[in-house]
């Protein structure tokens, strides 16, 4: 959460005093009657004034306005805090040093911005002086609130409130807040008579005692809407007009150095038609505070290079814009943009954009062994990396990526994936309901059926868990509001959870959003089958949702979508629902499904967290996201088609190794991301070192662990590796952070230990065997690593197996060095 201050002011704890005094030190914007340096200004070719057409409507109104320079090589400037403002009708509307413009009487002012050469003017008009305008409690006191972060989770919107305060989170419900502060503790938090000793001023005022700190000062619209709504009687004023839609200006924008600095103007359409300026009102947020902040006033400063998001929030209304700020880079040279690869297309034009250079591509041997992990989930014999890297043919890449695509482990290895976050658990859906299941998603994949009627199969199923294993989607997901947050999650990359209690704080979803989706699963029902442990899932005759807040049965409703007739049958409604989520009215469904699979082939989402997309957390490369799912759609959701694009993409086979134009760079793609193996393939790859297999319970000998259907299997080497017990319908289950207890695993475990010193396995039969040292350390490398040893690594290992006086213990210590090193453990 960013830490909110007024321009200017420090905010937590310190005495006014020494506000004052850093105040004075801080930098200063230019005063209105001070002509700005011109040298800060520079030699623009031109100069904008935005927003236009302003109408300031009462006395209560102000508008912010944005003075945009034009550079002779067209790129933009913000200039709102550089240029000299100017009214030329004072006695019309007034403007400060910062560009905010204040009514004074009915009528139309210029506004003049200039500095150094260049001059911009613009009309403001103002009416309705005369007339009482009044403060409103649903469109001035409860965003000022927000504003001030007073029903912030952190302070009084929680749950259990703050000092016996409470406050609905983010103002959803201002029926009970305005009771909150107009009834409560016999009126003291709120005095008409004396409207400025009421705590709910004083308080964050900092004139007493306030466990939040300072949160408000004299010379805001958020104090002034406060003081004036209390002095003029505390009212409601429930039938309002109602806020519809909020913008920012100027929208998008890349900010060229010497810019680092860019004013946002938020404004509010009403369902009346009336569009009013709300900025100084609404509070923001930055995507990413590392690289630029942004201040209650809207005033984004960066401190790197980088984009960011930037997101107004006004009552339950969001607005975003995406600021980039670029600087020139020594060194730097634009990469040719390829045409072939939709993938390429837009991560090196991202790339060239953001002045990233890409690092050079992985060598063959670091191909081979990652796209076998990546596609298959093992490692290549050394027969199968020895005949890849002697293909001379030029297309000897598309050729293995079509093999692999086809193999069966491809089969085994993906359902592992969808097993995993469509929660194939025996403890949720019994041992027997697992195993089918699992078979089912495998077989899906063997048919390449497309990943749309996949998820259709999961949303409209019904029968017998054991006799249609799809129909364990509902036997997981039980109840209508498990069913809402499992779908929104898995299949629109929507967690809206928070949207059962309240409003969603930082998004656009609602709790009417919310139940109205339930509504889709009210009628989906569960009762025991015949046969031991079978449940079926069938259609109720009735059922419906009700808003808990409103009291109102809900008609189904889309997320982002169409509202549906709440009378249709159980069976409609889930038709409905899967022929709405897999459409082309629905963008989610692809863009997820997309951000998905490029999450397992890639190592990070374009969306990160992969399952997390909201307009807080933008992609990193939107042309990129909506290219690859454009296609996917286009290719009738093939999953197989759209690894093969992955695959085949230069961006794919850079190398891990960044440079030093590339270093901090975690979201763009300019070489590959470097990810522990997952548990089930480092299980198996040192099975495959070894060459001795893992038994698992229930499951025929020489069962790789990536075939395990059940999440419940519990495998101590598993578990300490982070397989998910498939608990949740988040990729988020399965860690893949390292950690003390797996290096322990692996310098000291049962399952390495074990495995090497086995009767039979490769280190036995090795050490047997009359082959000479080289002929040894060359095939365990091979094995390993798909790859020779260098020079150094053969002279050091031929001297420790040769000097030892027991040869199969000086091999079990090459695997033991092979299995341990970063290049075998991580994924490159």
């Given amino acids: ?152 989770g952190a302070c009084h919107g929680t749950p259990t409130g703050k000092g016996g305060f409470r406050l609905s989170l983010r103002g959803y419900l201002p029926d009970e807040d305005y009771q ?125 290079r980088g984009e960011v998001a930037v997101i107004a929030h006004y009552l339950d209304l969001v607005a975003v814009v995406r600021l980039t700020h670029l600087i020139e880079v020594p060194g730097f040279a634009e990469v040719d943009v390829p045409q072939d690869n939709p993938v390429d297309a837009a991560v090196f034009a991202k790339l060239n954009r953001m002045r990233i250079a890409p690092s ?70 019994k041992s027997k309901g ?24 999961l949303l409209t199923a019904d029968g017998s868990t054991f006799d249609n294993p799809p129909a364990n989607y509902y036997r997981i997901s039980r ?76 008609p189904p409703k889309a997320l982002g979508g169409p509202v549906y007739d709440q009378a249709q049958t159980s069976a409609d409604r889930q038709q409905r629902l899967a022929e709405w989520l897999t459409s082309e009215e629905n963008d989610f469904f692809a863009r997820s499904m997309t951000n998905r699979i490029w999450y397992h082939l890639m190592g990070k989402g374009i969306v990160d967290p992969v399952d997390d997309f909201r307009d807080s957390n933008p992609a990193s490369n939107v042309e990129l996201l909506d290219g690859l799912a454009a296609e ?19 961006t794919y086979r850079l190398s891990a190794r960044s440079n030093e134009l590339n270093a901090d760079d975690e979201v763009y793609f300019s070489h590959a991301v470097t990810k522990l193996l997952s548990a089930e393939v480092l299980l198996d790859a040192i099975s495959t070192v070894a060459d001795v297999p893992t038994a698992f319970n229930g499951l025929p000998a020489n069962s790789r662990a990536i075939s395990i259907p059940d999440g419940q299997m519990d495998h101590p080497f598993l578990k300490t590796f982070g397989r998910p017990a498939r608990e949740l319908a988040c990729e988020c289950e399965r860690e893949s952070d390292s950690n003390l207890s797996q290096a322990l695993q692996l310098i000291g475990g049962s399952t390495v230990h074990d495995k090497l010193r086995a009767d039979g396995g490769r280190m036995h039969l090795l050490s047997q065997s009359d082959k000479p040292a080289k002929e040894i350390i060359d095939e365990l490398y091979a094995v390993a690593l798909s790859r020779s040893p260098t020079e150094t690594e053969q002279t050091a290992a031929i001297a420790h197996i040769e000097g030892a006086e027991d040869r199969r213990q000086a091999i079990e210590d090459l695997g033991w060095v092979l299995i341990n090193s970063k290049e075998f453990l991580f994924r490159h």
Avoid at 187 to 193: K, L
Avoid at 437 to 456: G, Y
Avoid at 511 to 524: E, L, P
Wanted: overall charge negative; hydrophobic content about 40%; proline content about 7%.
């Fill in 434 to 457: 697992a195993y089918a299941f699992h078979r089912w998603i495998r077989s899906q994949l063997e048919q390449n059926a497309p990943i749309d009627r996949f998820v259709r199969d």
């Fill in 1 to 152: 959460m960013l830490r909110r201050h007024h321009p200017g002011r420090i905010l937590l704890g310190l005495s006014p005093a020494m506000v004052a005094a850093l105040a004075l030190i801080g930098p200063l914007a230019a005063r209105a009657d001070e002509a700005p340096p011109a040298d800060v200004i520079g030699s623009p070719s031109g100069l904008e004034i935005a927003p236009g057409d302003v109408l300031l409507s009462g006395r209560r109104a102000s508008a912010q306005l944005i003075a945009t320079a034009t550079d002779p090589d067209g790129s933009l400037r913000d200039l709102t805090r550089l240029v000299r403002w100017t009214s030329l009708d004072p006695e019309v509307a007034t403007i400060d040093a910062r560009g905010r413009v204040t009514p004074v009487g009915d009528g139309e002012a210029r506004i003049v911005a200039s500095g150094g050469s260049v001059e911009a003017q613009t009309a403001v008009r103002v009416e309705r002086m005369a007339e009482p305008h009044p403060v409103s409690f649903r469109q001035d006191v409860m965003p000022a609130l927000s504003q001030a972060s007073c029903n912030m």
């Fill in 180 to 304: 909150t502060l107009s009834r409560e503790i016999a009126g003291r938090r709120v005095d008409p008579f004396d409207p400025d000793n009421s705590m709910l001023l004083r308080k964050p005022l900092g004139e007493l005692a306030h466990e939040g700190g300072v949160r408000l000062f004299r010379d805001t619209k958020t104090f002034e809407f406060l003081r004036d709504w209390i002095a003029e009687g505390v009212k409601d004023d429930p039938q309002s007009a109602k806020a519809v839609a909020l913008e920012i200006v100027p929208g998008d924008r890349v900010l060229n150095e010497p810019a680092r600095s860019q004013q946002i103007v938020a404004r509010v359409r009403y369902d009346d038609g009336t569009v009013r300026d709300v900025t100084p009102i609404c509070y923001y947020d930055s995507s990413n505070t590392d690289i630029a902040e942004v201040d209650p006033s809207g005033f984004v400063s960066f401190k790197k």
């Fill in 360 to 429: 050079e591509p992985c060598t063959d041997e670091e191909f081979v062994r990652r796209v076998y992990l990546d596609t298959i989930g093992v490692m290549p014999t050394p027969e199968e990396a020895r005949a890849f890297l002697e293909d001379p043919s030029p297309t000897r890449y598309e050729t293995l990526i079509d093999e692999l695509l086809e193999r069966p482990e491809f089969n085994e290895f993906w359902a592992l994936k969808f097993a995993d976050i469509l929660r194939s658990n025996s403890r949720l859906i």
């Fill in 632 to 650: 996917f759609a286009a290719s009738g959701f093939d999953l197989r088609h759209l690894a093969r694009t992955i695959l085949n993409s230069r």
């Fill in 479 to 554: 109840t209508p509001e498990e069913a809402v947050e499992t779908t929104a999650q898995l299949f629109l990359g929507v967690r809206i959870s928070c949207a059962k209690c309240h409003n969603h704080p930082f998004e656009r979803w609602t709790q009417d959003d919310y139940y109205g989706f339930a509504a889709f699963f009210a009628r989906v029902k569960q009762k025991p089958g015949m046969k031991p442990d079978e449940e079926v899932i069938f259609a109720a005759d009735g059922g419906d949702v009700r808003q808990p807040r409103t009291n109102q049965v809900m």
